[in-house]
């Protein structure tokens, strides 16, 4: 008897540090993410710095190019080049400097910068390991009510990011569809014009062949009817979970052991459907493009 007590009090203890090792993972993972964004800042306007010097010296070259060197754009294209060259130069010089030759640093020391964020990058790495790890031995002597309620939480989550992938590669696409059927009507209308002056019979043939193959890709992987059916599903499950937390609807005047069965009979049916569904969707999108 008193080994027993003295069990149940070793494992409560080890629960209680298991929670507190939990909180101080995650406030030394937010730690680091803090200062891993902080020392990446600099780097990254750096970068943007060099990136849009060299942005300026290639479509001064490309003026250059297109304008000849006897125009008045050929010798502005000239003074830029000259201008940014020389600063795209100095900034890789600086970038890479790390000269200390008192106990005054000069430089950008780009090399030590990158080493501090790879070690505060793997830093991050190694906590989140651990918080996994803990995650799991905590969620391991949880109920198992709380640990579906927690798996649930997790589904859904990701029915709803699969539901918005799908919803906004559908609409990027249709926005392209209707870009490229309003420049095909333009220049077989408007700008017929526009085509003989860039010299490119094929513009409007390439324009019309887009739209056609974008709208078969649409008819083919029909991301708006999978986006909704997830969304549907998901939304679904959130409403039973509402009911079964607040006993109402077919969970009225049920034991607990009786509504948790009731409970989880219908989210797997719910997600069963939604299998059932996606299969339907595949079956008929592989019966599309063997038809064709």
């Not at 003989?196 to 043939?205: E, M, N, R, S, W």
């Not at 459907?273 to 595949?282: D, W």
Request: charged share 25%; with cysteine.
């Amino acid at each position: 008897m008193q080994e027993d007590i003295k069990k149940s009090i070793d494992l409560k203890e080890l629960e209680n540090n298991a929670e507190e090792e939990h909180l101080k993972l995650v406030l030394e993972i937010e730690e680091k993410k803090f200062h891993h964004r902080i020392a990446r800042r600099p780097v990254a306007l750096y970068w943007v710095l060099l990136l849009t010097n060299l942005a300026i010296i290639i479509l001064a070259i490309s003026a250059y190019g297109i304008f000849g060197p006897s125009s008045f754009v050929a010798a502005w294209a000239s003074f830029s080049i000259f201008i940014f060259g020389v600063s795209f130069i100095g900034l890789t010089i600086y970038f890479f400097l790390d000269y200390e030759p008192s106990r005054t640093r000069h430089g950008f020391r780009a090399i030590h910068r990158i080493k501090e964020l790879i070690s505060l990058k793997e830093d991050i790495e190694e906590h989140q390991v651990q918080l996994r790890i803990l995650d799991e031995l905590i969620t391991a002597r949880r109920p198992h009510q709380e640990k579906y309620q927690e798996e649930l939480s997790y589904v859904i989550k990701q029915y709803q990011g699969r539901a918005n992938r799908n919803r906004n590669a559908y609409y990027f696409i249709q926005m392209i569809i209707i870009f490229c059927s309003l420049l095909v009507t333009g220049l077989t209308s408007g700008l017929t014009g526009l085509v003989a002056f860039l010299k490119i019979p094929l513009i409007t043939p390439a324009f019309s062949f887009a739209v056609s193959f974008l709208t078969a890709i649409i008819t083919l992987f029909r991301w708006r009817e999978r986006g909704h059916n997830l969304q549907q599903t998901a939304d679904a499950i959130e409403f039973e979970i509402s009911c079964y937390m607040k006993g109402i609807f077919g969970y009225k005047n049920l034991s607990d052991k009786e509504a948790f069965t009731r409970f989880a009979e219908e989210v797997e049916r719910l997600r069963n459907e939604q299998r059932k569904r996606q299969q339907q969707l595949e079956q008929s999108s592989e019966t599309k493009h063997t038809t064709e």
